[in-house]
Antibody, heavy 121, light 105 residues
Framework: QITLKESGPTLVKPTQTLTLTCTFS??????????VGWIRQPPGKALEWLAL???????RYSPSLKTRLTITKDTSKNQVVLTMTNMDPVDTATYYC?????????????WGQGTLVTVSS | DIQMTQSPSAMSASVGDRVTITCRAS??????VAWFQQKPGKVPKRLIY???SLQSGVPSRFSGSGSGTEFTLTISSLQPEDFATYYC???????FGQGTRLEIK
């Protein structure tokens, strides 16, 4: 059974850097075709894809946010870390991580429960 | 980057109705489309992958179709538990549609 869980601060100040960790079980990021992605959702708004890292360390970023995002993996710890710089109140959202696999269909399933991050001074 | 334009943004329908939601990609993306259902306060749930494959455990009243630039999610006979928000995702270069809020008429 694949599970993922997001962790990190619930409150960050404007201009600070957000660091979120996705800890997963039931798969390995050293397995060919596997990836972990990040998606966010501001309160009452639509889903927005942020970033994705694959087993071979291939990294993809949202074009609109790529200058602010960094995604890394620690295969030994079964973790993926997303950092987002220069946080702003508009970045207030629930942040989700999700599993991806070429051998499934390449989209996102399953997802973690999400973590709400509020940006406020 | 490939954009997904989802329509309608909101709709109201009655139990038993047939409903269709559409996503149009700004470029051809083969069948790299998934559909998700999200209820308030809940994690998005995958319904359809590979444009037309039904996720295990999802009722057969849900179906997906399309290839290239136009994709549809159809609910053949709406049930009370289907009132939710639906999103398409293109996973060629990754982008979600803007969502369709499906409300009870």
């Amino acid at each position: 059974q694949i599970t993922l869980k997001e962790s990190g601060p619930t409150l960050v100040k404007p201009t600070q850097t957000l660091t979120l960790t996705c800890t997963f079980s039931g798969f390995s990021l050293s397995t060919s075709g596997v990836g972990v992605g990040w998606i966010r959702q501001p309160p009452g708004k639509a889903l927005e894809w942020l970033a994705l890292i694959y087993w071979d360390d291939d990294k993809r970023y949202s074009p609109s946010l790529k200058t602010r995002l960094t995604i890394t993996k620690d295969t030994s710890k079964n973790q993926v870390v997303l950092t987002m710089t220069n946080m702003d109140p508009v970045d207030t959202a629930t942040y989700y991580c999700a599993h991806s696999s070429y051998f499934d269909s390449g989209d996102f399933d399953p997802w973690g429960q999400g973590t709400l991050v509020t940006v406020s001074s | 980057d490939i954009q997904m334009t989802q329509s309608p943004s909101a709709m109201s329908a009655s139990v038993g109705d047939r409903v269709t939601i559409t996503c149009r990609a700004s470029q051809g993306i083969s069948d790299y489309v998934a559909w998700f259902q999200q209820k308030p306060g809940k994690v998005p749930k995958r319904l359809i992958y590979g444009s037309s494959s039904l996720q295990s455990g999802v009722p057969s009243r849900f179906s997906g179709s399309g290839s290239g630039t136009e994709f549809t999610l159809t609910i053949s006979s709406l049930q009370p538990e289907d009132f939710a928000t639906y999103y398409c995702l293109q996973h060629n270069s990754f982008a979600f549609g803007q969502g369709t809020r499906l409300e009870i008429k």
